[in-house]
């Protein structure tokens, strides 16, 4: 059986190899850390 990895890019055509949930929680952590409060709100599109 062949593996995959998914990697992720953002509109601005960065790729990223980390889980989406590892590269939110680290952006959580970060913003946190600055002293930026946060709203966070999740969708997606079908």
Do not use: Y
């Amino acid at each position: 059986m062949e593996s995959t990895s998914n990697k992720w890019r953002n509109f601005s055509r960065q790729v990223f190899e980390e889980p989406i949930p590892a590269l939110i929680e680290n952006v959580i952590i970060k913003e946190q850390k600055d002293g930026h409060g946060l709203k966070i709100c999740a969708g997606s599109d079908s």
